[in-house]
């Protein structure tokens, strides 16, 4: 259980005045929201979206470090506001667009691909797109 404890200035000193937040109410909220199927159900998707979009993101800036290519430079080289991929390399839980990740994967000169994981998508790349084991975008 987290607890934050808030000093209030402008008090006289013999009476120090604290308000303390209850920070597990949310995580209460969530547990008895979470017995819901349905509810967890949308959680558990929302949630393996944002950690394969960070695992995205996070991998992009670790091979554009690795390149030498500074996050400024990426930005020229997509044209883009230099402060809007510091943000993407920076922020928690970024929801970028599509045509972005794009962008910065063909700066850094790579592709992106769908990898299939359940027997059934395997499956279905295999008999439709000649046998291959992932999908590359062209």
Avoid: C, W
């Amino acid at each position: 259980m987290y607890r934050h404890v808030y000093l209030l200035r402008n008090t006289p000193e013999e009476y120090p005045m604290t308000s303390v937040l209850d920070t597990s109410l949310h995580e209460r909220r969530r547990a008895e929201r979470m017995r819901d199927p349905e509810f967890r159900a949308a959680y558990e998707q929302a949630a393996g979206a944002i950690a394969q979009t960070d695992y995205i993101i996070r991998t992009l800036d670790e091979l554009r470090a690795e390149m030498g290519i500074s996050k400024a430079e990426l930005a020229r080289r997509i044209d883009r506001n230099a402060s809007s991929i510091r943000r993407l390399f920076t922020a928690h839980q970024v929801r970028p667009e599509l045509p972005l990740i794009t962008a910065v994967a063909e700066a850094l000169g790579l592709r992106l691909a769908l990898v299939p994981e359940s027997a059934e998508a395997k499956k279905a790349v295999r008999d439709s797109h000649g046998g291959r084991k992932e999908l590359i975008a062209a």
